[in-house]
C-alpha cells in the first residue's frame, strides 16, 4: 500500500509560480515513477509531468520549459516547480504512482489557481 498527501496549491496572479510537493508513505521501496496529472472543471484528466526513481523526466508539451518536476527520495517527496504560470493552468493537481503490482494510487489533490 501507498499514500500520496499533495501541498502548495493557492491563488496566484498570472506569470507568477507555486511549487507543488508530493509526499508518499507506505510502501515506498515499490515506486518507481510518481507522475503529476492535472484536472480543470468539464475537462479530462491530463498528465502533466513525470519522474522515475533514477531521476529522468517527462513533460506534457502545454508545460515543457515552464514546469520542474524534481525527486528528493531521502524525504520520500515529488515537487513540482511551476514558472510562468498562465490561467489555463488553472486546475486541481494529482500525484499518482503504481508498484511493482501495477496498482494505481492516487492523492486527494491541490488546487491550482491562476488570475488572469
Known amino acids: 500500500q501507498v499514500q500520496l498527501v499533495e501541498s502548495g496549491g493557492g491563488l496566484v496572479e498570472a506569470g507568477g509560480s507555486l511549487r507543488l510537493s508530493c509526499a508518499a508513505s507506505?510502501?515506498?521501496?515499490?515506486?518507481?515513477?510518481i507522475n503529476w496529472y492535472r484536472q480543470a472543471p468539464g475537462m479530462q484528466r491530463e498528465l502533466v509531468a513525470a519522474?522515475?526513481?533514477?531521476?529522468?523526466?517527462n513533460y506534457a508539451d502545454s508545460v515543457k520549459g515552464r514546469f520542474t518536476i524534481s525527486r528528493d527520495n531521502a524525504k520520500n517527496t515529488v515537487y513540482l516547480q511551476m514558472n510562468s504560470l498562465k490561467p489555463e493552468d488553472t486546475a486541481v493537481y494529482y500525484c499518482?504512482?503504481?508498484?511493482?503490482?501495477?496498482?494505481?494510487?492516487w492523492g486527494q489533490g491541490t488546487q491550482v489557481n491562476v488570475s488572469s
Open positions: 519522474v522515475t526513481r533514477s531521476g529522468r523526466t
Open positions: 507506505g510502501s515506498i521501496f515499490s515506486i518507481n515513477v
Open positions: 499518482h504512482t503504481t508498484d511493482w503490482a501495477f496498482n494505481d494510487y
